[in-house]
């Protein structure tokens, strides 16, 4: 960015206003000592999946529903059927009812929109 102002390719305005924002992500970074909270935060959400969903708002709860299944049927605010992301199927097999032949997938009625 100073190469870059230097050279001529940004005017001095430009370049203080990328060097705030650079100042401000710097500042809302977490310390290394917080990390440690933070890591063990994660880790038990990844033990418990439920346990993250019941301390996210409804933007995190999107975020995760999206990182988790690949489809979701959704009607009148209830989750009808869900499709698992290839790489956590195992997480979602039904063993003991012998349900878990191929990816969980429960298609709503016919007439239900995906």
Do not use: C
Request: aromatic share 10%.
């Amino acid at each position: 960015m100073k190469e870059l102002y230097e050279w001529g390719h940004k005017s001095k305005e430009e370049y203080w206003a990328d060097y705030n924002t650079i100042q401000i992500q710097l500042q809302s970074l977490a310390p290394a000592k917080d990390q440690g909270k933070s890591l063990g935060r994660l880790a038990s959400f990844l033990k418990d999946v439920s346990l993250a969903w019941k301390q996210s708002d409804e933007q995190q709860r999107n975020r995760l529903a999206r990182q988790l299944f690949d489809i979701a049927w959704i009607k009148d605010k209830k989750v009808l059927a869900v499709t698992p992301r290839p790489e956590f199927k195992p997480f979602f097999d039904l063993q003991d009812e012998g349900l878990s032949q191929g990816v969980l997938h429960i298609r709503p009625r016919g007439d239900s929109n995906p």
